[in-house]
Structure formats: C-alpha cells, structure tokens
C-alpha cells in the first residue's frame, strides 16, 4: 500500500464548502469511535463530508485514508471483493474476499472510508464488524441513508446547509452556509458572479427553496451564468427538472435531483414506497396518525423505516407537543411526481383532505370552549399549513370541503392575526361557490371581517348584508348570528348606531334560541360598542359585564369582553376598574397567544398609563400594538395607535409630533369612512390637548404639521408610530443620513416613504427601474438602511415626509 494520505477520492471531492463544523464534529466522532456513519438524504453532501473528514484526519493514521465507494457494486456478495480492490489487496485462491481485505488491514493503521452502503446495508455492516474485529488500527468512516445499526457504531446525521432566515439582511444572508456554496459553485461557473445589494435577495430565497441541499444548490448553480438567479427561482417552480449541468465527472445518480431521489426510493420495498408516495401529499411535518389517516394500514412502520433511510426527517416535537414527521422539499416533489405516474394523486389528496377537515373542525369546536381553548389553538398552530394547502385545494376540486374548512378555521385566524392572509382563498371559494349556497356565505362574512378590519367599512357592510340577505329567511342558523353582530359592528363604526343596534339585538335572540354562547357574546359586543357611541356609558358597562357572565364561552370572547369593559369603565372615569379588567384580560391575551384582542387591549393600556403619568409604559403598549398591526395586517388598530401617540407626544413636550399623530389618525378615518362621534370624556380630553399644541406651535406651525399628517398613508404612518414610540430619546440624525444625500437621493427616499414602489418611482422620475435600484443601493450604503421600512423612518425622523 502507499504511505500516508488520501487514496481513492476523485478530486472533484476535495472541495467542501460551508461545513466546517461538520467535519470537526465526524473528525472528532472518528477519535472516540472506531466506526462512525453519516446518514442523511441523497444530495445532501455526505461524500463530500467524508471526502473532507479524510483529507483533515489522514495524517493521524500512518497509511493515510483509503476510498472504496460501493455505489456501483448491485450484488451484494461483491462488497468485500470492491474493498479488497480499493485497498489494493491481491486476490488470493481460496481466500475469501472479505479475508484478504482483513489481512491486508491487520497490518495496517488507516481509515477506511465506505461510501454509499444503503443498497448493500447488510452486506457492509457483516463486512465492517469482521474488519473491526481483526484489525485493531483501523477505523471506519461510512456513509448511508441509513446506520449499520452494529455495535459500537456512532452515527452522525448531515442536515441540510444553513439557509438565511426571515429579516435576516446583510452579512446575516452572505454568511449562511446555503449563500456560501452557492457563491462557490456559481463563481466556478461564471467568473464574474458576485453577491451583490441586488441579487443577495434571490440567493436567499432560491437556496431556501431548495431546504439548504447541497446537490441541488450546485446543480442550480450550475445554470446560473446561463439563466440568472431571477430566473432560476422561477424555475424551481419545477424544480426536478433543473437539468444535469453540474459536474460531469459526478456518479450518474448525483446529476439530477430526480436521479438522487430515486436512488434511495428503489431501496424501498413495494408497501414502503407506495407509502412514500402517498406521505408526499403533506406540504407539511405529520404525526404519525395523520401518516395512518392518508396512506393507510401499515404507515407507521413505514415511516419509521423511511427515517432510517434518510427519505424523511427524524421527528420533532411541535407546537401543540405532538411529534411530526417531516419530507424536505426537494424529495415531495419527487413523491408528488412518483404518485402522479401511479395515478394515486386525486385519492391521496381526498384522504388529505378528509383528515385535515377532522382536524380543523374537531380543534375549531374546542376554540369554542373555556377549558380547551389553548391546546385546540397550538393544534391549529401545528396544523395550520396542512390546512391552508387543503383549503386551497378544495376551493377548486371540493367546495362543500372549503366550506367546512373556513367555517373551522376562521377563529383562529382571528386569534392569531391571520385572517388578512385568507382573502385570496376566500375570494376564489366565494367566485366558485353559487351565490347564496352555504360557502358562498361563509366567504361573504369572512371577506367582510377582513374588509372591516382593513379597514373598508363600505365594502364589509355590503358583504356583510348580502350573506344576510340570503340566509335571513332560512332557518336560523349560527353564521347568521356572526353575520348580524358583524353587521352591528359596522353600523356603529359608520355612526348608523340605531341600526346597529337592531342588529346585534336580533342576533341576539337567535343566538339565545339556537343555544349558542360565543354567538351571545359576539351580540353583545355590538351592543356594547352601539351604547358607548349613543353616550350611555353605564348602559354599555352594564352590557360588558353581562357578556363576561354568559357560561361556557371560549376565552377569546371572555377577553374581547374584558377589553370592551376596560374601554368603557375608562371613558366614565373608573381608571382604577378598567386598569384591573384591562391587565387581567392583557396577561391572558399574552399567555394564549391571542393578537387580535392583544391588539385592541394596548391602545387602551397606553391611555391608562398616560392617565397615570406612565409615558413610558404608554410608549411600550403603543409600540407593541403598531408592530402587531405590521405583521398581521388588522389595521383598524393603527387610528387607535395613532390617537394615543397624539396623546404620548402632547404629554412629553413634543406638540408637533401630536398634532401629526392625530391628523394621520383624522385623515385614515375619513378614508376608511368612519362616522361615529368619540365618547364625550375622551372627545374633550383629546380637543383640549390639542388646542394646546396648536398653540404652542402656532398657526403656521400648526397648520404644517396637520399637512403632513394628513398626507401620510396607512403604511407610513405605522412607520411613524414605531418612531414615535422608540425606547429613549427622539433619534438624531443618522451618520451619512439625509445631509449626505444628493438632493435626487432624498427624492428617491421620500418616495419610498410614501410608498412607492420602484416601478412607481421610476414613471415619476423618467428614469429606467434599473436606475431607480441603483440610487437606492447607493443609498443603502451610505445610511445604513437595508429595508424599505428603515428607509421610510429615516425619512420621517429627517422631516422629508
């Protein structure tokens, strides 16, 4: 044999990126075990990690490491034979393969590296314990999709490469191990690929889309001189189809995607891969009975199975606690191709379906309880992607399953803020949906919740009255009481409270009838809301009460009640009751995750507090409701936020900031078609202090500031909430900040501030949107400011809007 070194490696093997801890970690494994495997998916590096761990720990062993890649050998009786070869053993007549290779290793200390055991598990394990048993200086590194399974075997796992996570920016995504190999294989393929301001973007997003894999990364790479990162994202809308134009010196089965997969699933047996197939259909991590309920008897123990060989991801535990399962990406495309030429598709997707419905409906009805609130919501919270695919699914193959689906899921989506992110679904369901059929309706309410929340009080009204329209005269029913009380609550904020009213008063009396307590709470509420517009402060805190008293209603509702009762206790100046009721409902809000009513409980709070003379707690709630209303889209909120920033600012010295707040807040109200008259307390509170910071500015002062309140947008007046609310004192001037921009540099920053696209910036300047992106990386430099977000506060701290 040769002296100390690596043997046998192709040299194409020799450059391993972005795993360095990998290699440490099997290079430290290799000094503590004397055979250690790495398991993981086809595709995601294994060779290369030993090919590394070889080149890093040749040197510890006098005769180096030695390669003998098995992926070629199809009979299993030849393993010995193919390593006997690789290590340059002398067939010997009579003796055994298998022996020739020990006598050679007996006198020798190396590492022997095993690439590729998977197909030929059993032979290698028989080969490796007789190895390990005659030659005390060896050691074993193996690679597989699954372990050995021999004794005094450790195993190491290889994940996916790191992929940039969300908000990450910067240096966050350059130095994301996914980012770098793509780097490193794009620059191979084209000289003059940089990551660049521009393209560090579509990087991120393509290595995500391909879960971090490594083979996949290098064969998009590969085309990227050709396509450009752009395009290459598009492509990954087939991404199976990537073709082979990596490596050509790489094993036939590393050249396509498809090629990597199917190498492990004909290791399967027929039972384990029809499983395989039919597990495909998840779009997200599974339980093992969600396994059972889509692909039937006998998936539990194929699943186990499919872990060992690397076709699933070992389980975690999820939010509600259940352990899942989960397929990377890459590999449920190629199932989902695999069930599509078994003609299984349509049948795997019903029973996806049949299942996600019990979920949703059997979790939905515990939202609706006191006791199982909590757990129903975290199991929604785990099921929640699985749903959504289902619910897209079935608005175009199966509404009276949409239907179901929507009518299950629509509280939670209140409760965690999400209801914003259905209107696409719902739209299509109510497009396909006969007008008047039972998802008809149950889209109609939900595209006015979301409307009324947006806010678009004109369009929630109308879809509010059509669905009632249509089923006012059937039987009473629970979604005609949710219809009228959203009704009621629309009519009060339009200042049509008579009517309003009526409305919450008539879905009362069937929500009585029909047996339904959160349908009496709902009622309630738009009572509530319609006595406090009317001034009849007592009235309605006697009405808020009542709703907390009605039994077995969900704690959702419970807190929409405290919230309301903390409002209107602090409009009849009960401040020491509504702190009580406000903190008690804010600390179960908090607990359970709820965001709406968090949202609606903060601006509240923040009054309180500066009631209280606590303009730093102010500032907290309010800036806690505005990033709330950023990330999940319940706007109404922002004019509330608003208010109490208008306040905040007229109680710490700074008049006109309040009397921007308060005009941004005036003028989004109009816009959102709001009529109703504030309470009296709260109505005079507000004019005297505004009259005071009228007068401290003056009127050209005055007069000033409302203009740019009044000229703000939904969004950069969210902006300017964050801004007003930071932690310590008002920002300085950023370094390099608008004082070191050009004067068409500001242009572009004030545009961004206001909303504008780049497209939108382009056709005002007369410039090309290449130009347009340029200036703007530009100005990213020099300010610091990577996001949009970050641009529109610096140019609100710097007064350009």
Known sequence: ??????????????????????????????????????????????????????????????????????????????????????????????????????????????????????????????????????CDDIRILATSREPLRIAGEAVYRLAPLPVPGRGDAGDDVAGAGAVVLFADRARAADAGFALTGQNRAEVARLVGRLDGMPLAIELAAARAEALGVAQLVDWLDDRLALPAGGDRLAA?????????????????????????????????????????????PGAAEAVLRLVECSLLVPP????????????????????????????????????????????????????????????????????????????????????????????????????????????????????????????????????????????????????????????????????????????????????????????????????????????????????VIAASYDGDQDEAARLARQAMQIPDIPGAAYRA????????????????????????????????????????????????????????????????????????GIRFTIMNVLDGCGHLCAATGRPADAVTAWAASETLSQQAGFGFTEPDPYARRKQEALGQARQALGPDGARAAEQRGAAMSLATAAEYALLLTAPGPPPAPAPGGPGKLSARERELVTLVARGCTDADIAAQLYISIRTVRSHLDRIRDKTGCRRRADLTRLALSQGLV
């Open 1 to 134: 044999m040769a002296a100390a070194g690596v043997h046998g490696f192709p040299a194409v093997l020799t450059s391993f990126v972005g795993r360095a801890g990998a290699v440490r970690e099997v290079a430290g494994l290799l000094g503590e075990y004397r055979l250690v495997t790495v398991t993981g998916p086809g595709g995601v590096g294994k060779t290369r990690l030993a090919s590394a761990v070889a080149g890093q720990a040749a040197a510890r062993f006098a005769d180096g490491a030695w390669l003998a890649e098995l992926a070629p050998v199809r009979d299993r009786a030849q393993v010995a034979a193919a390593v006997a070869v690789a290590l340059g053993a002398r067939e010997q007549p009579g003796v055994p393969a298998a022996e020739a290779a020990a006598r050679v290793l007996a006198r020798q200390q190396l590492l022997l590296v095993l690439d590729n055991c998977e197909h030929v598990i059993g032979a290698a394990a028989e080969l490796c314990g007789g190895l390990l048993q005659a």
């Open 252 to 296: 036939g089965r590393h050249r396509s995607l498809a090629a990597a997969a199917q190498w492990s699933y004909e290791l399967l047996a027929e039972d384990e891969r029809r499983v395989f197939r039919w597990l495909s259909v998840f779009p997200a991590p599974f339980t093992l009975e969600a396994g059972g309920a889509v692909a039937g």
């Open 316 to 527: 975690r535990s999820g939010p509600d606690g259940r352990v899942r399962y989960a397929m990377l990406e890459t590999l449920r495309g190629y199932g989902a191709s695999l069930l599509a030429q078994a003609g299984e598709q349509d049948r795997a997707q019903a029973a996806l379906a049949r299942y996600a419905v019990g979920v949703a409906e059997q979790a939905g009805a515990g939202l609706q309880t006191t006791t199982a609130e909590s757990a129903a919501a975290r199991w929604l919270d785990a099921e929640g992607p699985t749903a959504g695919h289902v619910l897209g699914w079935a608005a175009e193959h199966d509404l009276d399953t949409a239907a179901r689906l929507v009518a299950a899921l629509g509280w939670w989506w209140v409760l965690r803020g999400r209801q914003a992110g259905q209107e696409p679904l719902l739209h299509a369901l109510a497009g396909r949906a006969g007008p008047g059929s039972e998802g008809w309706c149950t889209a109609q309410f939900w595209l006015a919740w979301t409307a009324f929340h947006a806010p678009d009080l004109p369009a929630a009204l109308q879809r509010c009255t059509a669905a009632i329209d249509v089923i006012g005269d059937r039987k009473p029913s629970r979604l005609l009481v949710d219809c009228l009380s959203l009704q009621s609550a629309v009519l009060s904020n339009l200042g049509r409270v008579p009517e309003a009213a009526a409305a919450s008063r008539r879905a009362l009396a069937l929500a009585r009838e029909l047996g339904y307590p959160f349908g009496q709470v709902f009622a309630l509420h738009g009572l």
């Open 561 to 632: 009640s405290g919230y309301l009762l903390a409002g209107v206790l602090a409009e009849a100046g009960d401040l020491a009751a509504a702190e009580q009721t406000g903190a008690a409902s804010l600390a179960s809000a908090r607990e359970t995750g709820d965001v709406y009513n968090l949202s609606g409980l903060l601006p509240i709070m923040a009054d309180l507090d500066l009631q209280a003379g606590r303009a730093g707690d102010a500032a907290a709630h309010l800036r806690e409701a505005t990033q709330i209303v950023l990330s999940t």
